[in-house]
């Protein structure tokens, strides 16, 4: 089934709208620079670190491609790598033999503890809130993009 776009909003009269995505943006690019600085001292990508980020559980490499935002003929080369590496394995679904799910192995889950321990700006950025300020944040970016299921 094809996705149908949502109609547009005519945000004219809602100054604050532009404001709220300028700061959306402004924090995903510190995020997504400070992740990449942290990949970086363990030998991956930032793209290869979101991966084993999102390997909280087994996915299929249809689902990471999607999640990634990339073609699914990329999955391919990256899953090789970090599977060289020993971060990730590949297993063929129980139900269905020609899906093939990416597992992340304790390396990988060791690989992300370790590039989140290393993100400092992000942590300096959390510190900064008190912890009221931290289960409202979770609160509402979990409100803006809820969860994916696959």
Known sequence: MAHTPAPPVDRSSDPAHDALMERLARAAAGYYRDLTAAAALHGLTMTQAKMLILLRQPLPMRALAGRLGCDASNITGLVDRLEARGLVSRHADAGDRRIKNVVATEGGRQAVRLIRADMRATSAAFARLDEE???SLYELLGRL?????T
């Open 145 to 149: 993009h809820p969860e994916e299921t």
């Open 133 to 135: 300020g931290r289960r």
